[in-house]
T-cell receptor
Framework: DQQVKQNSPSLSVQEGRISILNCDYTNSMFDYFLWYKKYPAEGPTFLISISSIKDKNEDGRFTVFLNKSAKHLSLHIVPSQPGDSAVYFCAAGSGAGSYQLTFGKGTKLSVIP | SAVISQKPSRDICQRGTSLTIQCQVDSQVTMMFWYRQQPGQSLTLIATANQGSEATYESGFVIDKFPISRPNLTFSTLTVSNMSPEDSSIYLC????????????FGPGTRLTVL
């Protein structure tokens, strides 16, 4: 059973518009959430994270929102740029000192010039 | 940030053979991890490689199938033993970022195809 779900395999957005990538989780023990970006033939690179004690974290054009009651998080990219085209993975972890991350299957974002 | 390299970047292997994947980091790190990403699936943690001790395997993964070495703080290997087509995956190593216990840096991956 998937504990971290990204229900949209792909998303297309016009350059300059907002990209919203969604992620749902089922395990209430998760207390830390991360987004990774992956280009073809490269490993995932860390993008942004959020602790369960917060509901929003912002870093430049990237903002992650966490809704604990709905067990839902989203990544907003504003404005979207062609270089943002990549696969985005949502990941979750639990417990201080625990290194295990549970990943979603990823969403492929295409930003159209 | 850590720079991580993996060898080989890709390989095509015959059923029943074994392949050893190397992971090299440009700095000393405490924790190294091995992941598998099967086609169309998410990244799944295989094991945590600890320097000076046995690797810790996740449920569904065993040492006989995926033996791991961690001879020092900058290097690890993962062997995929007695391969079958179901082992065709991308194998990635990662290291802890050191700043936050959940953030990890990933290598570029090894794309394995088993015929």
């Amino acid at each position: 059973d998937q504990q971290v779900k990204q229900n949209s395999p792909s998303l297309s957005v016009q350059e300059g518009r907002i990209s919203i990538l969604n992620c749902d989780y089922t395990n209430s023990m998760f207390d830390y959430f991360l987004w990774y970006k992956k280009y073809p033939a490269e490993g995932p690179t860390f993008l942004i994270s959020i602790s369960s004690i917060k509901d929003k974290n912002e870093d430049g054009r990237f903002t992650v929102f966490l809704n604990k009651s709905a067990k839902h998080l989203s990544l907003h990219i504003v404005p979207s740029q062609p270089g943002d085209s990549a696969v985005y993975f949502c990941a979750a972890g639990s417990g201080a000192g625990s290194y295990q991350l549970t990943f979603g299957k990823g969403t492929k974002l295409s930003v159209i010039p | 940030s850590a720079v991580i390299s993996q060898k080989p970047s890709r390989d095509i292997c015959q059923r029943g053979t074994s392949l050893t994947i190397q992971c090299q980091v440009d700095s000393q790190v405490t924790m190294m991890f091995w992941y598998r990403q099967q086609p169309g699936q998410s990244l799944t943690l295989i094991a945590t490689a600890n320097q000076g001790s046995e690797a810790t395997y996740e449920s569904g993964f065993v040492i006989d199938k995926f033996p791991i070495s961690r001879p020092n703080l900058t290097f690890s290997t993962l062997t995929v033993s007695n391969m079958s087509p179901e082992d065709s995956s991308i194998y990635l190593c990662s290291v802890d970022a050191g700043q936050n216990y959940n953030e990890q840096f990933f290598g570029p991956g090894t794309r394995l195809t088993v015929l």
